[in-house]
C-alpha cells in the first residue's frame, strides 16, 4: 500500500479534538431522517408533562464545556417541526456576565453595560427557538424565505438535504449557536456566515466543500466546526486535527483580507447654512469643539474579550495610530478620552499632541495607589487635552466618586454605600478654562461611570455625585475676578470686556464621557431633566441618603449635543450590544450646538461583525461636536472696560 493522502484516515492525527469531531459526525449521520430531532423530542416528552420535561439533543455527545445543544421540549411548529424553549446549558452560555471577564469593561463576553437588557443580549421572545428541516429534500432555499425572519432561531438544522447553497440571507439569523448542514451538496458556505458570532456548533460534516471563507474567523465562540466527509484543503483539516476548532478559526480570523474602509463621517449641521454664514460674520461669534472617546485600554484589549478581533489589528501599536490619526483630524479645542493608561498618555499621547498646539491633564483610577510603579502604569483613567494657544486651564479637579461618597454626612451610615459604592474607583476630570482672547470660561468635565448592570443604583449615585461637585466647582470658578490684562491685551487694543457670571449655572459647561448607560437609564433621565424622584427603580431600593429621600437634583439644563441632531443610534459596537452609552452633554442656557459629526456609515455596520476592527481601534466611537457661547448678560462694568479687555474673536 502506498503512502497515505494527507486527508486519509491513516494519516489522521487522532487527538481528543479529532476523536470528538468524528464522533460527532456519525452521531449525525444517523440522523437522516425526516425531522430527526423532532422526532426524539416529541418521543421522549410523551410519558410526561410537556411543560416540564427537558429533552436533551439526540445528536448530543458527553460535556465538553457546553458544546451540547440546549435541552428543548417539542412543540408542533405547522409546516416544519419546531421545538420550543431551550433551557440554557450552562451559566456561561446563558447569562452574559462571564466570571472570567475583565473588570469594569465591557465587551462581548462580559456583562452588559446597560441598564435595561441589551437589544441584542437576548433574541427576541418566541414558544419556540428550535426548528428541524432535517431530512426533507429541501433542494434550494430562496433569498426572500420567510426562515430568514426567524431572528428568535437559536436551533436551526438544514441537515441531510440537497442544497447546493446557503443564501447570504442566513447572517440575519443572529442568535443561532447551531446550525446543521450535514449531508447536502454544498461546495462553499457564503462569507456572510461570519456574522453568526453566538455560533457555538456549525456542522458541515460530508459536504463538497474545499475551502473556507476567511470570514468566518470571526466566530469566535464556535467550539466545533464539523468538517469531516469534505475533500477540504489539507492545512484547514490539519489544523483542526490537532488543535482543534478554534485553531483554525484563529488562522481564519488572522489571515482575512482586510474589507473596504467605510464612507467618511459626514457633519450634521444643526444651524442651517444662511445661519452658519451669519455667525462667521459676527466678530463677536465664539465656538469651540468638543471632542469624546472612549479608546479601550491596552490592558482591557484581549482576545478573550474581542475573539472576533484579528490578533494583529486588537494589537496596541496598530490602534494607536489610528486613534491618534482620528483625534487629529477633528483638531477639536477640547479632546476628552477614557480608558487612557499611564503610559499610554506619558509616552504616546503628550509626546504627538504637544506638536499640535495641545496641553493635557490626566489623573488614573483610584487603584493606582496601592500598586507598584510598573504595575500602575497600566492603570487606565481620564485623559482632557486642550488648545493651548486659545485656552488658559485655570484649575483641574479629580473626583473620585467612592471619596466624595465617603464624604457625605448622609451617606456615612449607609450600608449600601460602603457594599456598593466604595468598592468602585471609577472618577472624573473637571477642568476650569478661560479663553485667552474673550475672557469666556468653560468648564469640561471628562467621566467614566460604572459598568455593571447589577450596579445600576452606583451609575445613578455616580452621575448625581459628579453633578453636585460640578455646581460646586462652577459656584467656586463664577467668584474668581477676571484675569488681568496681558501684554497681549495692549497689542490687539480694546474689545468686548470678559465675562461676568452672576453664579456657576451661567457658566458654559460640559459634561462628557462614558456613562455606561443607554437612554431610557435613570442616569440618562436625571442629567437630561435635572432630577429623579427618590423611588427611582433605577435605586434598586438602596438607600443613599439624601438621593433615596428627597431625589437628586441639579440645575444645569443640561442636554445632549447628538440629541440637538436627531440623536445617534449608537456608540458602542459589539456583536452583544449596539447602542448608545457615551454623551457629550451641554449647559443649554449658556451653550447652543452648531454640529456634530454623524454617525457611522450603516451599510458598512451591517457587514463588520463589531468593533474594534482593521478600520476602528475600539469598541466605542468617537463623537465630536460644534458649539456656541450664547453671550453673557452680565459683563464688567464699564469704568472696567478698558484696563480688562481682551482683542475681538474672530
Not at 460534516?205 to 466545533?224: A, K, R
Not at 457594599?419 to 468635565?445: P, Q, S, W, Y
Not at 475600539?618 to 459683563?635: G, I, Q, Y
Request: hydrophobic share 35%.
Amino acid at each position: 500500500m502506498g503512502q497515505a493522502s494527507p486527508g486519509s484516515a491513516a494519516s489522521q492525527v487522532i487527538t481528543p479534538h479529532w476523536q470528538q469531531q468524528l464522533l460527532k459526525c456519525e452521531m449525525i449521520r444517523s440522523s437522516r431522517l425526516p425531522h430527526h430531532r423532532a422526532r426524539a423530542s416529541a418521543m421522549a416528552s410523551r410519558t410526561v408533562t410537556k411543560s416540564a420535561i427537558p429533552i436533551t439533543n439526540p445528536n448530543h455527545v458527553k460535556p465538553t464545556n457546553g458544546t451540547d445543544v440546549p435541552d428543548a421540549t417539542s412543540k408542533d411548529g405547522g409546516a416544519s417541526t419546531a421545538s420550543s424553549t431551550p433551557a440554557p446549558t450552562t451559566a456561561s452560555e446563558s447569562s452574559p456576565v462571564s466570571a472570567n471577564s475583565a473588570p469594569n469593561h465591557p465587551s462581548a463576553t462580559v456583562a452588559p453595560i446597560s441598564e435595561a437588557p441589551r437589544p441584542t443580549a437576548e433574541p427576541p421572545e418566541n414558544t419556540w427557538n428550535s426548528l428541524d428541516m432535517g431530512g426533507v429534500n429541501l433542494k434550494t432555499i430562496p433569498h426572500n424565505s420567510g426562515l430568514f425572519t426567524f431572528t428568535f432561531l437559536i436551533n436551526l438544522y438544514l441537515n441531510h438535504n440537497s442544497l447546493t447553497a446557503v443564501p447570504p440571507e442566513i447572517s440575519k439569523l443572529r442568535h443561532l449557536e447551531l446550525l446543521d448542514l450535514s449531508g447536502n451538496a454544498l461546495t462553499t458556505v457564503p462569507p456572510e456566515m461570519g456574522m453568526l458570532t453566538q455560533l457555538k456548533e456549525l456542522y458541515l460534516f460530508d459536504n463538497q466543500i474545499v475551502m473556507l471563507p476567511p470570514e468566518l474567523g470571526s466566530l469566535h465562540q464556535l467550539q466545533t466546526l464539523g468538517i469531516e466527509g469534505n475533500p477540504l484543503d489539507a492545512t484547514l483539516k490539519g489544523m483542526v486535527q490537532k488543535d482543534g476548532t478554534p485553531a483554525l478559526i484563529s488562522y481564519l480570523r488572522d489571515t482575512c483580507p482586510m474589507p473596504p474602509p467605510p464612507p467618511q463621517r459626514v457633519w450634521k449641521n444643526v444651524i442651517s447654512p444662511a445661519e452658519r454664514d451669519a455667525l462667521a460674520n459676527d466678530p463677536h461669534t465664539e465656538t469651540f469643539s468638543v471632542l469624546c472617546y472612549n479608546i479601550l485600554c491596552e490592558k482591557y484589549a484581549t482576545e478573550k474579550l474581542y475573539g472576533y478581533t484579528p490578533s494583529w489589528a486588537l494589537s496596541w501599536d496598530y490602534r494607536k495610530e489610528l486613534i491618534l490619526t482620528e483625534v487629529m483630524t477633528y483638531d477639536a479645542d477640547f479632546l476628552c478620552l477614557q480608558e487612557v493608561d499611564i503610559a499610554q498618555y506619558e509616552d504616546y499621547f503628550v509626546k504627538h499632541l504637544q506638536g499640535q498646539d495641545y496641553e493635557g491633564i490626566y489623573y488614573p483610577k483610584s487603584r493606582y495607589k496601592t500598586m507598584s510603579d510598573i504595575e500602575r502604569r497600566q492603570v487606565d483613567g481620564c485623559a482632557t487635552f486642550y488648545k493651548a494657544s486659545k485656552y488658559q486651564l485655570v484649575e483641574r479637579q479629580l473626583i473620585e466618586f467612592s471619596t466624595v461618597a465617603m464624604q457625605r454626612p448622609d451617606f456615612k451610615k449607609t450600608d449600601d454605600m460602603f457594599n456598593r459604592v466604595l468598592g468602585k474607583d471609577h472618577i472624573a476630570v473637571t477642568c476650569l478654562f478661560e479663553n485667552k482672547k474673550t475672557g469666556t470660561r468653560v468648564i469640561v468635565a471628562n467621566a467614566h461611570i460604572h459598568w455593571d448592570p447589577n450596579f445600576r443604583d452606583v451609575k445613578l449615585v455616580q452621575a448625581a455625585l459628579l453633578v453636585e461637585e460640578i455646581e460646586t466647582i462652577a459656584a467656586y470658578f463664577s467668584k474668581l475676578p477676571p484675569r488681568p490684562p496681558t501684554s497681549l491685551d495692549d497689542q490687539l487694543g480694546p474689545s468686548r470686556p470678559p465675562p461676568m457670571y452672576s453664579d456657576g449655572s451661567k457658566i458654559p459647561t460640559i459634561i462628557c464621557g462614558d456613562f455606561n448607560s443607554i437612554p431610557s437609564s435613570g442616569v440618562w433621565e436625571f442629567l437630561s431633566t435635572g432630577s429623579v424622584p427618590p423611588d427611582h427603580p433605577d435605586f434598586m431600593s438602596h438607600l443613599y441618603g439624601k438621593y433615596t429621600t428627597e431625589g437628586p437634583k441639579h440645575r444645569l439644563s443640561l442636554k445632549s449635543a447628538y440629541a440637538a441632531a436627531g440623536d445617534i443610534s449608537l456608540t458602542n459596537y459589539t456583536p452583544r450590544f449596539q447602542g448608545v452609552i457615551d454623551y457629550i452633554w451641554y449647559s443649554a442656557s449658556n451653550l447652543s450646538v452648531n454640529a456634530v459629526l454623524g454617525e457611522v456609515d450603516k451599510g458598512y455596520l451591517e457587514k463588520v461583525v463589531g468593533f474594534p476592527n482593521v478600520h476602528f481601534p475600539s469598541d466605542h466611537v468617537c463623537l465630536v461636536s460644534e458649539f456656541r457661547v450664547k453671550p453673557v448678560r452680565d459683563t464688567l462694568p464699564s469704568s472696567s472696560t478698558t484696563s480688562s479687555a481682551n482683542s475681538t474673536h474672530s
